[in-house]
């Protein structure tokens, strides 16, 4: 019974494509997120979304397109793929961001390589 | 914003001993600290957290301690044992604007324990 679920697992891809990864929860939580973990494992927040709506958004290109069709759901729509593309990407939800102690559940993560 | 500094970046310790990981912050205002733990293939999972008006938090063989005043916390894991290998994240909670809360993550430490 998966909390957290992202397809596909591993994504390989040729410089310049467009690729999606999708997340789902099912922990009925508020808030979803979208993290980047590069080769050295360091863990960083790209966006996160509360209630279908967009409350954080780093530095990221804006090559990167999040798209929240309801609370279960975050997707990641990346156009124009690049080396530095290459990481893991990781899902992640909480009960809300408004909150400062919640727990975040990660998702199993996306290895995303390109070519 | 906030900076979370993370040390070791590795730690290899034998089975049975006590593993000790320490993190620094820099934003005053973070007031929740957590702890993740991430196995290979795998997303993080948290394995314990402190409050800012805690100062030490206690679950079976892990604990973690935090000095508000030098701004670190720590985490400690006695009788390690090797299904404690993983990487290991602590993390830093703070407003990022509104009531909406943000996780800053240390750059991780990978912990070796050899039967």
């Known amino acids: 019974d998966t909390a957290v679920s992202q397809t596909p697992k591993y994504l390989v891809t040729q410089m310049g494509n467009d690729k999606s990864i999708k997340c789902e929860q099912n922990l009925g939580h508020d808030t979803m997120y979208w993290y980047k973990q590069d080769s050295k494992k360091f863990l960083k927040i790209m966006f996160s979304?509360?209630?279908?709506?967009?409350?954080i958004n780093e530095t990221v290109p804006n090559r990167f397109s999040p798209k929240s069709p309801d609370k279960a759901h975050l997707n990641l729509h990346i156009n124009s793929l690049e080396l530095g593309d290459s990481a893991v990407y990781f899902c992640?939800?909480?009960?809300?961001?408004?909150?400062?102690?919640?727990?975040?559940?990660f998702g199993p993560g996306t290895r995303l390589t390109v070519l | 914003g906030e900076n979370v500094e993370q040390h070791p970046s590795t730690l290899s310790v034998q089975e049975g001993d006590s593993a000790v990981i320490k993190c620094t912050y820099s934003?005053?205002?973070?007031?929740?600290f957590p702890w993740y733990k991430q196995e290979l293939g795998k997303g993080p999972q948290l394995i314990i957290d402190i409050r800012s008006n805690v100062g030490e938090k206690k679950d079976q063989r892990i604990a973690v301690t935090l000095n508000k005043t030098a701004k670190h916390f720590s985490l400690h894991i006695t009788e390690t044992q090797p299904e404690d290998s993983a990487v290991y994240f602590c993390?830093?909670?703070?407003?990022?604007?509104?009531?909406?809360?943000?996780?800053?993550f240390g750059k991780g430490t990978l912990l070796t324990v050899n039967p």
């Open positions: 992640a939800s909480s009960q809300d961001v408004q909150g400062a102690y919640n727990e975040q559940f």
């Open positions: 979304y509360n209630n279908k709506e967009l409350i």
């Open positions: 993390a830093a909670n703070r407003n990022s604007g509104g009531s909406n809360y943000k996780l800053t």
């Open positions: 934003d005053s205002a973070s007031n929740y």
